[in-house]
């Protein structure tokens, strides 16, 4: 298209060279401004941003396009007024694309008004539907742009004054359009305006100025784009009533707009998981969600279980078949579908995975699309060719065959239960009445060929990602077309994703996300947060909340709940300490060093008003007192405000200068009270300040709290808590029930409760004289609360070292009670938004409650600005599953939600039949682990279960995910756990587990009675075998008696016969011999005689006492005085004895009484043989053993006739022997012939028992 040169006219008006261009700008200038005076018109007292949409928004073949104002702000012929419009330009048509038209235009009803843009015929940045023609230009209406950026005209050192659009280079254009009553309205347009801190209108260059006349009368916005190339991308919209409203930190406003949030913000961010996190593969190819609520996520390894914090990878080793996942689809009956580039597909119920291929009848093995009708069919897309799926075969479909040899690209079904289909070189289809019916318009038939995805949305409006970089959307019989801006060849829409707020996502495969709302397109890249632009997946989980499945990651969509202003906002660095809202919506912010800021609305803008210092000005502490001024502490004393919403209002000069002010407050009766980094206290009364010299304090005072009884709290930093009046009333510190004298701050709510937040010692509350301390064993996230502000809902929300926290008043006190163990309390952190988790102390007031029930909270990096508001989220109860039980730290089963969680997720509380788990024998320990599926926050969830049969009552575990149980005795239990979500919704059913605990078999019933039967029948025997052995015992005591008796007798009857008798003798022999004295012969045989007798008596006493001795109850002893006996005996005789004695015999006892028996049968042979047999020699030979002892006594005397004997009288020597050796046990043999000497053999039984029965007989 041919251009002009810059002699020709523009539009009527002379273009003059540019050094007189700015003098007639200056004319123009002064025309205007007369103009504006002759109808009365004044710049608006009053700025404020009218209208605003910060994303992006493609224009591409949009024809006449949509409004996207929705009546926000209009303006007719009548109107006087002045408005600002903004708008950014990212130009993918540019002047290799030529022709087209690209505008930001006004319409009035269906009248089309000025545009802004790209002219079809202007080939540059220009304004048409103008009530003028520019220089450039040939059309009427038409005006082109002047712009800064100079395009070379071709000849040497020339240059066209307006700018042609390139791909790449984006440009801001703000215009003004000043109205005129019944005429023309009066137009400035800036290209690229400098928009930084203390620019206007005055200061924009001339050169990127253009002046222009048009009817600008609106009720509409469209963004428009015809012809050539993909479209304009617009953002960044705004109407305003002043031009400083799109400045940043543009210096004070007469007064704030309502709060909005930060232009550079989405209202949106992500959480991110990638391998450090635990996500098997960073390349997440498919996405999909169970019955059971679980989160599966498809890599090129295999698929992976996710709970919101652990990741179960499965594969190979678990039996999953080879192929890289390119599609997931979980159905109605919790089957998991998994579809596999190759590797056919597979299905995964009840642990068990199940492949089938080609030889089970699927057209090829590369899956492409699932999807599950009504009838419970599942429709498997592969790269041949479309199968219904049932019952693990295909089953037959009229029409099916138009689809063999085919790729099927997409498959889904709306909420009417309509199946579609999109399938490469066919197109759409749907099934109506059980056929496939074709979806076409001869309009879009072309890019219908290529579908890649499809969405139906709740509006019925139908979305088409096709082509290389096209979404289409038919709404009703309109179709509407979005071009994806391309930074590679193929940009094309992967995936489409509704949100139940009817919000439609895109995902490319280059570009990042798409989001539709309102009839707004916005970009999401990863910029914005997003773990990669190469977006693979996308779903909708039942909490409704947007999964992306990235090359790098997977992501997940969360609301920001919490709006951050730092830098960006005009705030500058550092940290914000006190906060007042001086005027609706109007928030005065001061910084230690850095003085007041003020919030425009938008943005912040610093105020140095007088009375503060200009170097070095402090604003620690501020105070909104009663009657709407501001008091202002910092480190030079106390500055006041009286209208702090009149933006030159000057203080008067500081009170109690040189003091560091820490703390304000005001009573009841409008004094003013001051606390010092010093610990001095402060009080101001009728506009006099008095110290408060009863009050001596070594620390810095933190907080100043009035009551309604006239008392006042006092907050120190080291000195705990004080209550005063005009002296101290009360002191409370760690003595007291405080666990920290560093008190941070404080909050007197209504019904009269003192909450004290402390350094370390977590939240306290003081009511009626008793004091409940709450840290983090109860629940708080932290022991350190530096700021307490309390929402409409009867919740208080904690600042700290580590974010905030709201968690209810109700359950505190609740926990106070000891109705419940622990709290759970929302926290909030870098996640939702803040720049820093820490948040400014020391100082009162701290934090802000804003008229509107705002809660501005300031930290170390700026502030953070949350809604507290509960926001209607129709949050779903999560689903519980019990994953695994371990019996002695070994894996003994896993379970699925099928079997034993709610069946069909939240809403349906239909318990599923419960399955039994046995358990062996013996003492196991037993360790249940689950799991609760709620995404919003998993790591808030909380679970409470019980072991009916063992636990008396439900076991809080907090957010632990195992129960314990050392010992479970033998019997029958159930196990039953239920999860809550962040926001307090319980799953009423939870997930349940029989168990039965075998007993061995001793732990039986019949073991048992037989076991008490037997128990009693032992304790009868032991009984009885008791009785027995007393009775037992009794017997041998009274046979020891017996035996110790007859011992005595025989003990006394040997004294009697041998002492006795030879004592007599001795006696009558001494008588004799006395009588006889005088006969010395007949003396001599006396005392020969007595002397016999009295050797005999010693013999006879020797033996007596070598029978009772206890140390000679042994055979070896009664053979040796057997020998000492016989060589007595023999020793002055004629006869020789020869002993034949063993020297070592056996230790076998020998008592008194068979000792003395025996010797005494070997005494009587002996003895017989030595006076009687007339022996030459006497043989002893004795043999013996453990059992028994032989005895054999043989001499060489005369002999005797044994047979005549035994007719003799029974006392003779021979039958006293027999007695003997009868009592004993023994036996007694005597052989002897006439002439041929005697043999006699004592045999005796040795055995201990054989010796002890014979004792006691």
Known sequence: ????????????????????????????????????????????????????????????????????????????NSSSDALYFKFHIDPLSDVATEEYFAAFQLFAGDKEGLAVGNSLKAWGYSAFNA??????????????????????????????????????????????????????????????????????????????????????????????????????????????????????ASGIESEAA???????????????????????????????????????????????????????????REGLGSGPVRTLFGDTRGTLWIGSAGGGLTSYRDGQFTTFTIRDGLPADSITALAEDSQGRLWVGTEAGLVLWQDNRPVSLSGIEEFKGRAVTTLFKDRHGTMWLGARGVGIFRLLNGQLAHYSDPSMESLLQDPHCLLVDR?????????????????????????????????????????????????????????????????????????DNLVESLLIDREGKLWVGTGAGLNRLRTKKFSSFGPGEGLGYGAVQGLAEVAPGVIWAGKPGDGLYRWEGRNFSRITPAGLPRKDPQANSLLLAGDGSCWVGGEQGLVHFKKPNLPAEAAGPPALAKLNISALAEDGSGGVWVGTHEGELWHQIKGRWLPQTNLILGHAITAIVPDKKGLTWIATEGEGLYQYSTLVQAHYDKSSGLLSDFIRTLYLDAEGALWIGTAGGGLSRMRNGITA???????????????????????????????????????????????????????????????????????????????????????????????????????????????????????????????HGVDGGAGNSREKEQEILRIPPGKHRLELRYTGLSFNAPERVRFRYRLAGLDPDWMDAGTRRTAFYSYVPPGDYSFRVKACNSDGVWDATGAGLGLKVSPHFWQTWWFMGISAIGLL????????????????????????????????????????????????????????????????????????????????????????????????????SLVEYIAHFANELFEDGNARCRLDLPHNLPTVPMPPEVRHNIFLVVKEVLTNSFKHACAKEIRVRAKASSNSLEIVMQDDGKGFDVAALSGLEKRNGLTNMRQRTLSVGGNLAVKSEIGKGTMVTLSVNCRPETVTKIIRE
């Open 131 to 248: 009530a003028q023609t520019g220089e450039s230009n040939k059309v009427f209406g038409d005006c082109d742009l002047h712009s800064s950026r100079l395009e070379a005209s071709g000849a040497v050192g020339t240059f066209l004054p307006y700018e042609l659009p390139r791909r790449g280079i984006e440009n801001t254009i703000v215009f003004k359009v000043q109205y005129v009553p019944g005429s023309n309205d009066l137009v400035t347009v800036w290209m690229n305006p400098d928009l930084g801190p203390g620019a206007s209108e005055a200061s924009q260059l001339a050169s990127s100025t253009t002046f222009l006349q048009a009817d600008a009368s609106f009720d509409q916005i469209h963004l428009r784009h015809g012809g050539g190339g993909g479209g304009w991308t617009f953002s960044d919209m705004a109407i305003a009533t002043s031009f400083s409203d799109f400045v940043t």
């Open 773 to 899: 301390t709450f840290t983090t064993r109860e629940g708080l996230s932290e022991n350190t609360i530096s700021q307490i502000l309390e929402d409409d809902e009867g919740r208080l929300w904690l600042g700290g070292n580590r974010g905030i926290a709201a968690v209810s008043k109700h359950e505190l006190d609740e926990l106070a009670a000891g109705k419940i163990s622990a709290v759970y309390p929302q926290a909030y952190g870098r996640a939702e938004g803040m720049l820093s988790e820490e948040c400014t102390g020391g100082f009162f007031p701290a934090g802000l409650k804003t008229k509107s029930g705002l809660l501005w909270f300031s930290t170390s990096k700026g502030i953070v600005v949350v809604d507290p508001r509960p926001r209607p989220t129709g949050s779903p109860s999560p689903s519980t599953v019990i994953e695994e039980v371990l019996l002695d730290g070994v894996v003994g089963a896993e379970f699925r939600s099928s079997v």
């Open 1017 to 1116: 029948g032992a304790v009868g025997g032991v009984a009885r075998v008791a009785e027995k052995r007393k009775l037992q015992r009794r017997l041998a005591n009274l046979e020891q008696e017996r035996t110790l008796q007859r011992e005595r007798e025989r003990i006394a009857q040997d004294l009697h016969d041998d002492l006795g008798s030879s004592l007599a003798r001795i006696s009558l022999l001494s008588g004799l011999a006395k009588a006889d004295k005088d006969h010395p012969i007949q003396l001599e045989t006396h005392v020969n005689k007595i002397a016999q007798s009295a050797n005999e008596t010693v013999k006879a006493l020797e033996e007596i006492v070598w029978a009772v001795r206890p140390d000679s109850d042994s055979l070896q």
């Open 1 to 76: 298209m041919p251009r002009y040169s810059f002699s020709q006219t523009l539009g009527g008006w002379l273009y003059l060279a540019p050094s007189r261009q700015r003098g007639f700008a200056k004319i123009l200038s002064s025309w205007q401004l007369l103009i504006r005076m002759a109808l009365g018109f004044a710049v608006p007292a009053r700025a404020a941003i009218l209208w605003s949409d910060l994303g992006a928004t493609l224009a591409h073949e949009s024809g006449v396009g949509d409004d996207i104002l929705g009546g926000a702000v209009k303006r007719s």
């Open 459 to 531: 509006a019925g409006r139908v979305w088409i990602g096709v082509g290389d970089d096209l979404v289409l959307c038919q709404d009703g019989d309109q179709w509407r077309r979005y071009r994806i801006p391309r930074h590679l060849t193929r940009p094309y829409v992967s995936a489409l994703a509704e949100e139940p707020d009817g919000t439609v996502w895109a995902g490319s495969v280059s570009e990042g996300l798409f989001r539709f709302k309102d009839g707004k397109l916005t970009t999401v890249t990863a910029s914005s947060g997003l773990s």
């Open 258 to 316: 309502p709060f909005d949030t930060p232009h550079d913000m989405l209202p949106f961010s992500f959480r991110s998981w990638q391998r450090e996190q635990g996500l098997p593969q960073n390349s997440v190819r498919a996405l999909a969600q169970t019955r059971d609520g679980y989160i599966w996520v498809g890599s090129d390894g295999g698929v992976a279980r996710f709970d919101g914090l652990r990741f179960v990878s499965f594969g190979l």
